[in-house]
T-cell receptor, first 116, second 112 residues
Framework: EAGVTQFPSHSVIEKGQTVTLRCDPI?????LYWYRRVMGKEIKFLLH????????ESGMPNNRFLAERTGGTYSTLKVQPAELEDSGVYFC??????????????FGSGTRLTVV | TQLLEQSPQFLSIQEGENLTVYCNSS?????LQWYRQEPGEGPVLLVT???GGEVKKLKRLTFQFGDARKDSSLHITAAQPGDTGLYLC????????????WGAGTKLIIKP
């Protein structure tokens, strides 16, 4: 079974530009999550989709971040305009059911975003 | 906001030695997961502990969840160079099964 796929793996953009990250979850996984790790800090939750619906977006830093999951398949995370503090590694994870506390998550390899 | 303090942040030991990594919180978690992350990859789930006092073993790795479900430990016996990596603990918030609170990670280096 294919794992969670993220691309690009790396992105370097200038402050003020727009970047779109993509995540393809494991086929059949209705639950999709975005997490972020800023340099030197712990991984933090951004948001959670169940199919195409946003179940929880309480972790989104501000309105410069927009996540979508059209058709309940892949998801995109757009940052517009990017700021220096947005630099970090963005992880996507999926799970077959929302009770990831028992079954755990499958993570993608992440997108390393550098804003200069 | 619940915090999960993980220690030590960095550990470098010789092959064959034993080690323990700790994750502590003042809050109660519904479960706690341990992940291992390699450079350039995402975290990979090792184990989930759910019940207070639960102990799980994965070959030379022993995971324990505290009785009060506020803390957890990972013990590695006779560490091998292949155990080198970043170990992360993550607690599931009591009322939000899908959100994880993460520790900062322990970077482990096992020298041959």
């Amino acid at each position: 079974e294919a794992g969670v796929t993220q691309f690009p793996s790396h992105s370097v953009i200038e402050k003020g530009q727009t970047v779109t990250l993509r995540c393809d979850p494991i086929s059949g996984h209705d639950n999709l999550y975005w997490y972020r790790r800023v340099m030197g800090k712990e991984i933090k939750f951004l948001l959670h989709f169940v199919k195409e619906s946003k179940q929880d977006e309480s972790g989104m830093p501000n309105n410069r971040f927009l996540a979508e999951r059209t058709g309940g398949t892949y998801s995109t995370l757009k940052v517009q305009p990017a700021e220096l503090e947005d630099s970090g590694v963005y992880f996507c994870a999926s799970s077959q059911e929302s009770r990831a506390r028992v079954y755990g998550y499958t993570f993608g390899s992440g997108t390393r975003l550098t804003v200069v | 906001t619940q915090l999960l303090e993980q220690s030590p942040q960095f550990l470098s030991i010789q092959e064959g030695e034993n080690l323990t990594v700790y994750c502590n919180s003042s809050s109660v978690f519904s479960s706690l997961q341990w992940y291992r992350q390699e450079p350039g990859e995402g975290p990979v789930l090792l184990v989930t502990v759910v019940t207070g006092g639960e102990v799980k073993k994965l070959k030379r790795l022993t995971f324990q969840f505290g009785d009060a479900r506020k803390d957890s430990s990972l013990h590695i016996t006779a560490a091998q160079p292949g155990d080198t990596g970043l170990y992360l603990c993550a607690g599931a918030e009591r009322d939000s099964n899908y959100q994880l609170i993460w520790g900062a990670g322990t970077k482990l280096i096992i020298k041959p």
